[in-house]
């Protein structure tokens, strides 16, 4: 029974397809950090192992409580759900959940009943009968169980999964981020009532007279994860209020669950409030960075520290993320140029001053050594000539196809010609220029000087 499950997994196409994608997704971020920071940060082998065997843990604990719960499903069952959850990452990667794609089984199942005579034949009508008799409240319990790990994975694991990148901010200058992006392929392996199987010394709660004449075993391959991109919090903060979310709208669903397994009707209102809550978790997260400021931005003390290569000097001395280089060899840093010229003063030793998230000092010494990273290790928040990811926050399975892109954001001049005026008042168009004039000697001496723009009355 055991080999036939395995077979069923490995025969089917949607685990082999997860595992890919999980594969260019980490290709992805390691191309991306190096067209932001010219240098991979983090090297995603160990990201990628650890996806899986976490993934692997995961759906044995979920079976093991499926076990007692008890469901009814079927190969085309199966089939469908697999199918949705690959359209669905088509749109967004985080739309490839099975509450997710559950919910689109349920309109489909909504649809049919008000078509109780169409009956088509062959394998169409094979799948159609399947959704006609889907065990809506089984899924659902296994939908709030792979919530409930999602959270508890979010939270232990998404400081490892996050990856540093630089987006547009909210006054349209480069901004630093992370992209908490965690996906995990869970196989699931699932008794179902069979006339041949064998006899469980328990009956499951759910469908208790089906049980009778024995069971057999499938597998069920899914996917769970969330895409979160901060830029007002550290990772680690971020993760903790988003898993506590996802855990609030777990535990609500639970009592849903159970009572849909008590009384069946109950499943279809049921699926539909677990979308509701799941996106609530997303949209009020994004409501949090849209009110409050960015906190990886070039500030007034130091050079804002945005991540830190693992490994590296400043990884050594203890140096993390949201703290200020603030000065080298007693110089002020204000920029990685003067960070590069404060470490040139002593090239065999450096002495730190490092400003942490609250503001307080701490001073830190190390000797450099031949092959040490220029910035021992730091990568900083941006300036405005930065690059940016455009495509971060809608990221879909189209992306995991291409090579990432980034862009630079148009010049600011006009947004700073119009702050010199005072309300009300327009600089005429045709007398700004596209681009910031250099006023070189050169130029001088062939157009004179600039005239000062014309404000309209």
């Avoid at 990667?93 to 199942?109: F, P, Q």
């Avoid at 094979?126 to 994975?153: C, K, M, N, T, Y």
Wanted: aromatic share 8%; proline share 7%; net charge positive.
């Amino acid at each position: 029974m055991i080999g036939g499950a395995l077979g069923a997994l490995l025969t089917q196409p949607f685990y082999y397809i997860f595992l890919i994608g999980v594969l260019l997704h980490y290709r992805r971020q390691g191309i991306l950090e190096r067209k932001l920071f010219n240098i991979r940060i983090y090297v995603y082998a160990g990201r990628v192992l650890r996806t899986v065997v976490t993934g692997i843990i995961a759906g044995l604990l979920i079976s093991i409580v499926m076990a007692f719960i008890g469901i009814h499903i079927e190969t085309e069952i199966i089939w469908c759900i697999g199918i949705i959850l690959i359209l669905l990452s088509l749109f967004r990667l985080r739309y490839a959940h099975l509450t997710m794609a559950l919910a689109v089984l349920t309109i489909i199942y909504m649809v049919l009943l008000s078509f109780p005579s169409w009956q088509p034949t062959g394998g169409i009508g094979s799948f159609i009968s399947s959704i006609r008799h889907i065990d809506l409240p089984g899924l659902l319990a296994i939908s709030v169980l792979l919530q409930l790990i999602e959270a508890l994975l979010f939270r232990m694991q998404a400081l490892r999964f996050s990856s540093p990148v630089v987006i547009e901010g909210k006054r349209g200058k480069p901004v630093g981020a992370y992209a908490m992006e965690a996906f995990w392929p869970v196989p699931l392996w699932l008794f179902i009532p069979s006339v041949s199987g064998i006899v469980l010394p328990w009956t499951p709660l759910h469908g208790a007279q089906s049980w009778i004449d024995g069971v057999s075993l499938t597998a069920l391959p899914v996917m769970i994860g969330c895409s979160v991109l901060t830029q007002t919090h550290l990772p680690q903060a971020k993760a903790q209020r988003i898993a506590k979310r996802l855990v609030q709208s777990g535990l609500i669903m639970v009592v849903f669950a159970a009572l849909a397994l008590w009384w069946a009707p109950i499943a279809i209102p049921a699926v539909i409030i677990a979308v509701i809550l799941r996106e609530c978790v997303m949209y009020f997260s994004r409501r949090e960075e849209t009110e409050q400021s960015p906190l990886f931005i070039r500030g007034l003390r130091g050079l804002k520290i945005l991540d830190i290569i693992p490994y590296s000097p400043a990884a050594e001395l203890g140096i993390t993320a949201g703290e200020s280089m603030y000065k080298v060899n007693g110089q002020l840093i204000h920029d990685p140029q003067s960070l590069h010229a404060a470490l040139r003063i002593n090239p065999a030793f450096c002495k730190l001053e490092v400003l942490n998230v609250e503001g307080e000092s701490k001073f830190l010494q190390r000797a450099i050594y031949a092959g040490d990273h220029h910035q021992l290790g730091m990568i900083f928040a941006p300036d405005d000539q930065a690059v940016v990811s455009p495509d971060i926050q809608r990221l879909s399975a189209w992306h995991l196809l291409t090579k990432p892109r980034v862009q630079k954001l148009p010049s600011s001049y006009h947004e700073h010609s119009a702050l010199l005026l005072p309300a009300g008042e327009q600089v005429t168009e045709t007398e700004v220029p596209e681009e910031p004039i250099e006023l070189t000697p050169e130029y001088i001496e062939k157009h004179g000087l600039p005239k000062r723009p014309r404000r309209k009355s």
